[in-house]
């Protein structure tokens, strides 16, 4: 399905990495970042170029002598599939390989607890045919959701169940004729904002993922951290409260029941059912975007729930700076919008239950992606598959004689 001369991001998946992540580098630049030899590092430039992925892009200024060569990839040779799903949406974009959308984003309405494997094989497949782009054209799609995921494992332990002899991210790929990589919904964010937001250059970083639910994407010494079984981070389920609610996972006093964006909705209507006013009244139907929108205008319920969530979700962060010790926390996600009303409180709590010398080292700060993190995330998931793992795909692909769909 995909043209032999993609082979080379088996052997050099390094050079098309940090390419990716930077518009332009020299090869001085690109040595260094791979930590090779600049004879070989040139070699192995020249070898993409003549398989069209990198080209030469002018020369870099310089304070004497020669001004280096520079080179960036020839961005629009192949793109990237990011599909970004919540509980209740599903978002798509078409990205170059310098992780810019090349189209315009497409949104849907979803319901993940209800939703089979096959339904959005279906879904993601009329978005392909509808870019226009040649299938060929895709050099992998990343999705991205939530629930329990293993990632290497390509296993979502939560939802979109698949038959025991396969796994999710496997039957997407069979069925697509793509290959697939499969991410949790927060630590794609993380991938994201590390990658392309606040968190750029931070080695110890904690991305609060601000949605339907509150997870959490961690970055330790640079890295993406996952745990033993690649479920870490799962924030949410924190037991902090005493409301008595159950959780969708069983259990009582999670945060989640307090502090996320439905946990917020479903207080607002209770509110208001015992006759609480507020401009959210005006409403047909009282959802997360109705009170992010009065909660912007100064609605006093609005803005009294978000702060109560936030002060608890403060609360579980001081927990967690006491343990990890992070540079800098990232409010991300769908609720980052309203990025401002969540700081006060969420800082609040902080203070209040951290040790002073923790918080105080501690940069709290919104994300400037706002709901492109986690479409970017899924971008990132597929670069940083690059090499073996995705060779791999692609020859799982071609030994299963997948049928490739007309564009």
């Known amino acids: 399905m995909l043209q032999p001369d993609l082979s080379v991001l088996n052997d050099n998946a390094n050079i098309i990495q940090c390419l990716c992540y930077n518009n332009s580098l020299s090869g001085t630049e690109i040595s260094n970042y791979i930590n090779k030899s600049i004879p070989y590092t040139v070699k192995v430039i020249n070898g993409l170029i003549k398989a069209g992925v990198i080209e030469k892009k002018g020369y870099a200024d310089s304070n004497g002598g020669r001004k280096p060569l520079k080179y960036s990839l020839v961005a629009d040779t192949f793109f990237i599939i990011s599909v970004a799903m919540s509980q209740y949406d599903i978002e798509y974009a078409v990205l170059n390989l310098n992780n810019r959308f090349v189209k315009e984003t497409v949104k849907e309405k979803i319901v993940i607890y209800d939703m089979q494997a096959d339904e959005l094989v279906t879904r993601i497949d009329q978005f392909i045919k509808d870019t226009g782009i040649a299938r060929e054209k895709f050099m992998s799609v990343g999705v991205t959701m939530p629930g329990f995921i ?219 992606l706002n709901m492109k993190a986690q479409l970017l995330g899924g971008s990132v998931l597929v670069v940083e598959h690059l090499g073996q793992p995705l060779v791999s795909k692609i020859h799982a692909l071609q030994n299963k004689a997948v049928t490739v769909y007309d564009k």
Not at 290 to 318: C, P, Q, T
Not at 355 to 363: D, G, H, K, S, V
Request: with cysteine; hydrophobic share 45%.
């Open 150 to 368: 293993a990632t290497e494992r390509g296993v979502n332990l939560s939802y979109l169940h698949v038959d025991a002899d396969t796994t999710l991210a496997d039957k997407l790929q069979q069925d697509l004729g793509i290959p697939v990589f499969i991410e949790n919904d927060s630590t794609a964010i993380a991938l994201g904002e590390q990658k392309f937001g606040a968190a750029v250059d931070q080695n110890d970083a904690m991305i609060l993922n601000l949605g339907w639910g509150i997870g959490l994407g961690m970055i330790v010494d640079n890295k993406v951290f996952r745990g033993h079984s690649g479920l870490a981070g799962e924030f949410s389920h924190i037991s902090l409260v005493n409301n008595g609610k159950i959780c969708k996972c069983g259990k009582r006093g999670c945060l989640e029941t307090d502090s996320s964006l439905i946990a917020i909705t479903e207080n607002a209507v209770a509110e208001m059912q015992s006759g609480q006013k507020s401009s959210l009244k005006n409403y047909d139907v009282v959802d997360v975007d109705a009170i992010i929108s009065e909660a912007i205008r100064g609605d006093m319920l609005a803005v009294k729930l978000i702060s109560e969530a936030a002060y608890n979700i403060g609360r579980g962060l001081a927990m967690l700076i006491h343990i990890m010790n992070p540079s800098i926390i990232v409010l991300s996600g769908k609720g980052s919008v309203i990025g401002k009303l969540w700081l006060s409180p969420i800082q609040q709590a902080i203070y209040e239950h951290c040790i002073p010398q923790l918080a105080n080292e501690t940069e709290l700060v919104i994300s400037n």
